[in-house]
Nanobody, 115 residues
Framework: QVQLAESGGGLVRPGGSLRLSCAAS????????MGWYRQAPGKQRELVAT???????TYADSVKGRFTISRDNAKNTVYLQMNSLKHEDTAVYYC?????????WGQGTQVTVSS
């Protein structure tokens, strides 16, 4: 059972930045993929970004050039640096870990972009 703990959400003005963190209960090298998802009110959960053990990343088109996913293997932690935030980035952000056929989720952290 992999446990994930997110932190770093909050209220930010449009154009601002936030960094989310996701601490995993075991080594990131034991996880096939790590990712960030988000879910806005009334919408389906959507993929934001993923990263695999050797560092290859993918991004949703809506966040390319603004968000960066990274990992600190020594701390078993994955980050999501969010810059140039927009109103439409408001959502609950969830960390996800894939391990073989299983998928694990964090509890989510709220990001609100508002002036």
């Amino acid at each position: 059972q992999v446990q994930l703990a997110e932190s770093g959400g909050g209220l930010v003005r449009p154009g601002g930045s936030l960094r989310l963190s996701c601490a995993a209960s075991e080594s990131l090298f034991r996880l096939t993929v790590m990712g960030w998802y988000r879910q806005a009110p009334g919408k389906q959960r959507e993929l934001v970004a993923t990263i695999v053990p050797f560092g290859t990343t993918t991004y949703a088109d809506s966040v390319k050039g603004r968000f960066t996913i990274s990992r600190d293997n020594a701390k078993n932690t994955v980050y999501l640096q969010m810059n140039s935030l927009k109103h439409e980035d408001t959502a609950v952000y969830y960390c996800n870990a894939g391990q073989q056929s299983k998928s694990y989720w964090g509890q989510g952290t709220q990001v609100t972009v508002s002036s």
